[in-house]
């Protein structure tokens, strides 16, 4: 069932190459909501997000071109929240990317709400900051698709679990303690992986990553401690700062026992290659 929306307009733009340009856009007030469980399917354009203004749970602003596409903005009374785009076919809506056509979306979350994300994404350029926000679980999922997250400030509560799925694109996670999660499961095919493990965090975080024939680039905070483990013998992997005593399938730094910081990382393959950089 769809909540009541506070500011809900459709504008038309001027058509070009043979498109019908419109924009779409939602805003809702924070009406002492506790919490917020959000999808977003988006595919073929841009997606940016960030945290809404003091007093709004959420917005959506999206262009797209209406013989194609229809606008999703669903809110649910269960603290539900899906939006994103769904491709016109026959027989109604379905959501199916559309790489022939490009459209543009804008997010905004609140800071006050303890969120649930998920994000479906097909052939995007997206930009996600998540900082400040009350985020207890992640799931990021994206094919063909070029993505940039940033934890620019440490999140209020503890997160369980973040999962990410590159997919065959590009992913770039920065201030991944910040984030404050305990487990982070990472995909990748034959793109690149990124993973920033700067911020303000402390105790154990536990990261699995599974790549397939891409590419997986650690950037690892001096004063941690750090474990890595792999599956497979690596070539070549010989990262400074870290030893190891089985013949490199275990690498740690000095004093990994007594860190106030420590991480665990298992690399389960890594044909593409892991490169490992550190940041102060």
């Known amino acids: 069932m769809r909540g009541p929306f506070l500011l809900a307009t459709l504008a038309a733009a001027t058509p070009a190459a043979a498109q019908t340009v419109r924009e779409f856009s939602v805003v809702r007030q924070q009406q002492g909501e506790p919490a917020l469980a959000v999808q977003v399917d988006f595919a073929a354009g841009s997606l940016a997000l960030h945290p809404a203004p003091a007093g709004a749970l959420y917005g959506f602003r999206l262009t797209y071109d209406e013989g194609r596409f229809a606008p999703l903005a669903e809110h649910g009374r269960d603290g539900s929240l899906r939006l994103g785009a769904a491709a016109l076919g026959q027989g109604g809506v379905r959501v199916a990317s559309s790489r022939s056509a490009t459209q543009a979306a804008t997010i905004a979350l609140s800071r006050q709400a303890d969120l649930d994300l998920a994000f479906r994404l097909d052939a995007v350029e997206a930009t996600l900051d998540l900082g400040g926000l009350r985020m207890g679980r992640l799931h990021f999922g994206a094919s063909a ?66 790549m397939k024939m891409g590419e997986l680039v650690l950037r690892l905070p001096r004063r941690a401690g750090v474990r890595l483990t792999t599956d497979t013998f690596l070539a070549r992997f010989a990262p400074a700062g870290l030893t190891s005593a089985d013949e490199g399938r275990t690498w740690t730094t000095a004093g990994f026992a007594d860190a106030a910081s420590r991480l665990e990382v298992r690399i389960e393959s890594a044909i593409g290659g892991v490169r490992v950089e550190w940041i102060d």
Do not use: H, I, K
């Open 145 to 210: 698709s070029r993505a940039a997250l940033r934890f620019g400030q440490p999140n209020p509560v503890r997160c369980a679990e973040a999962t990410f799925d590159a997919g065959a694109g590009e992913l770039t996670v920065t201030g991944l303690g910040n984030a404050r999660c305990e487990r982070l499961d990472v995909r990748g095919g034959a793109g690149r992986v990124t993973l920033d493990f700067s911020g303000q965090w402390s105790g154990v975080m536990a990261v699995a990553t599974e």
